[in-house]
């Protein structure tokens, strides 16, 4: 294993994300605080608490599950692409270094990159409402696991596109849309039995379940369940990567 290259690329990427904190911190936290304020502070004091859980506080796993999705897709899917687009990714092929060394420092950066933003998140929510964290070493777990996961998933976005507006179409057109879908503002017991089968169908809810339930004890769907999803999304992804590097699809010439 040659970690001088995993920690090259590594660094490479974080570096970027210092580069433009605006973009790359301020602006996620902003967008999620202003959430926050609108559901948790404002609306949330007129709602009823759900499984004993105060309607603020329970939007908070699913609001940092929100972002962390998104900006996990994104980072990920940007870090690769760049290389594509200038032409250097053809230097990191031909060096000394291998599929799982590459794979590594790109997603390795970008998982860092999103559990920092889930964190930051997690702290701001305190200005706003009261909550408690049950179980924090599952809740680490869950959204270590989240970040790796979505992150091979926006390397392979970025290593199948072919310009920088399809980079978005997938976080933006399918990942929100499933979070928001997928229980972030409510439990999906509160829907008719009907779209609760459907909904059990969408990716997102099995993380979202679990994360919330590292807080509060409470899940929609089996946490045992949750984990395993999880551990299959990424199974996937890890294979589809590991496809791609071996057949050269829309990497090599």
């Known amino acids: 294993m040659n970690w001088y290259a995993v920690k090259a690329i590594y660094l490479s990427e974080l570096a970027r994300t210092w580069r433009t904190p605006l973009q790359s911190i301020a602006s996620p936290v902003l967008s999620t605080s202003l959430y926050f304020i609108v559901f948790g ?7 009823v608490s759900i499984d004993g859980v105060s309607y603020g506080a329970f939007i908070i796993p699913g609001l940092i599950m929100l972002t962390v999705l998104t900006e996990s897709t994104s980072n990920a899917s940007f870090g690769i692409y760049m290389p594509k687009w200038s032409g250097s990714i053809y230097e990191v092929l031909s ?7 590459i794979v590594l420092g790109y997603v390795g950066a970008a ?32 959204l270590l696991l989240t970040c790796i996961t979505f992150s091979l998933l926006g390397f392979i976005i970025g290593l199948l596109a072919d ?61 045992a369940v949750s984990l395993s999803m999880i551990l299959l999304f990424m199974l996937s992804f890890l294979l589809v990567i590991g496809w791609i590097f071996k057949t050269g699809y829309k990497v090599k010439v």
């Open 95 to 101: 060096a000394p270094v291998s599929a799982v060394e």
């Open 163 to 223: 310009g920088f507006e399809k980079l978005q179409v997938v976080p933006l057109m399918i990942v929100t849309p499933l979070a928001f879908l997928g229980g972030t503002f409510y439990s999906i017991s509160m829907l008719p039995e009907f779209w609760q089968k459907v909904t059990l169908f969408n990716p997102v809810v099995y993380l979202v379940s679990g994360f919330r339930w590292s807080f509060y004890g409470v899940s929609d769907v089996n946490v």
């Open 41 to 47: 502070a404002a609306i949330g004091s007129a709602m």
């Open 111 to 142: 998982a860092t990159k999103s559990m920092i933003l889930g964190g930051i998140i997690l702290l701001t929510a305190r200005f706003f409402v009261d909550y408690s964290i049950m179980h924090p070493g599952w809740m680490l777990l869950f």
